[in-house]
């Protein structure tokens, strides 16, 4: 299947949407979607409990050769964290817990999810 332009990224948004509130189901309060800075992009950021948590949403076809967690490369991990600590920074938070966790979603052939994973700890800010 082929994408014509926009539609992976309305297709991705969608997914983020969900993994949203997936994650909400689970007890976890959304603070931000989708926040950009040079440094990168959030897809989530959300609380749970004390600690703070930068969701990476990674979304694969059935049959896709490669796994949603397998597209998590260490050189976007690092992106990932500098747009965390720029988040932090511009709302003058310094001194509290992050966590890196992913959710990983199996889609259809059309792109509709068909499960999510959620991975909590996934990677740490000491990415290589």
Known sequence: MTDRPGERRLRGDRIEGLAARHLAAE???????????????????AREGETLVAVEV?????GSPI???????????RRVVRAMRAWLGAR??????VRFDAVLVETDADGEPLSFRWERDFFD????
């Open 27 to 45: 007890g976890l309060a959304i603070l931000e979607r989708n926040w950009r800075t040079r440094s990168g992009e959030l897809d989530i950021v």
């Open 58 to 62: 990674r979304s694969r076809r059935t």
């Open 67 to 77: 796994d949603a967690a397998m597209t998590l490369t260490p050189a976007k991990a």
């Open 92 to 97: 003058g938070l310094d001194d509290v817990a």
């Open 125 to 128: 800010a000491d990415v290589r």
